[in-house]
């Protein structure tokens, strides 16, 4: 048997689409053509219209430059493709969290790249601990 080759090169990058379109054509739609390719909790968002907020986050993302740190406490706007490129502080109730939009990030809400909760790190027992466990005999 024969087996076939295939030569896959570092250099090969496959190309984004989103829903079949690629990152161009994207962001070449209107906004009422955008929100039919997202899902349907964001799009009934857009449709009811953006709040006050959003209106200048969306004022200050377009105005701004790419290396440009936009902060913001807006965690449930939707990104949209104006936003790609730019860098956020999204706030997470104690800092902001910076985060590099990209294309594979479209119809997403911002809040979902900015934990609000961190993983518990438990140590070994001593104080804080319980009563009983705070006499750890030494080593």
Known sequence: MAKRKHKTTAHEIKEFKFRGLTFEQVTALELNEFIKLIPSRERRSIKRGFTEIEKKLIKKATKSKPNDFIKTHARDMIILPEFVG??????????????????????HRLGEFAQTRKSVKH???????TRSSKFVPLK
């Open 123 to 129: 140590t070994g027992p001593g104080m804080g601990a």
């Open 86 to 107: 730019k860098r956020f502080g999204i706030h997470n109730g104690k800092e902001f969290v910076a985060v590099d939009i990209s294309e594979e990030m479209l119809g």
